[in-house]
């Protein structure tokens, strides 16, 4: 009896244990990408100005309306996002700073590592004379990848209206 009951017990740790591994292991393997473009008629070192002047944030980024760090990798950004669900801070590490070419940020969801991973990058790239294809794009993994997938893929959306709105700064050059 009391074999049973030890079974019992092992195997009520171990099953759950078991399916949260399986989970994290297919949310690492199985990322989710939501990516955007836009063409944007300027130069390179003009969009890139505008995407990496984080004072300005506030007078044309309709999500990312406040933002404080360094643009330098290794270094942690603190960004204060708005969009329809209220507003938000979330902490991230640059990865990536290639002048005219590339930004790349890596945070978790809500600080909690293997959640929900994201990696967050905006590219430019030349797309003819005195045009660029600016393209922002984020991967996620993570054991709640598989059940975020709906509210992941709103960021379609919150992509589009802050390459719309870079894109109209750009162009305007303000």
Request: with cysteine.
């Amino acid at each position: 009896m009391l074999r049973i009951m030890f079974n019992r017990l092992i195997a009520g740790i171990l099953a759950p244990a078991i399916v949260l591994a399986g989970f994290y292991l297919w949310g690492r393997s199985h990322p989710y990408t939501v990516t955007r473009s836009t063409e944007i008629a300027a130069s390179p070192a003009r969009v890139w100005q505008v995407l990496t002047d984080l004072r300005s944030y506030d007078r044309w980024n309709p999500e990312i309306t406040d933002v404080h760090g360094r643009l330098a990798v290794g270094q942690t950004l603190t960004l204060r996002l708005h969009s329809g669900g209220g507003a938000s801070t979330v902490r991230t590490t640059v990865r990536a700073a290639e002048t005219g070419r590339e930004l790349r940020w890596f945070s978790r969801y809500h600080e909690i590592g293997g959640l929900a991973d994201g990696e967050q990058r905006f590219t430019i790239e030349a797309a003819g004379p005195g045009r660029v294809r600016f393209t922002q794009a984020e991967t996620f993994r993570g054991i709640a990848v598989p059940f975020l997938g709906g509210s992941l893929a709103a960021s379609c959306d919150r992509f589009d209206a802050m390459n719309a709105a870079l894109k109209k700064r750009a162009e305007s050059h303000e």
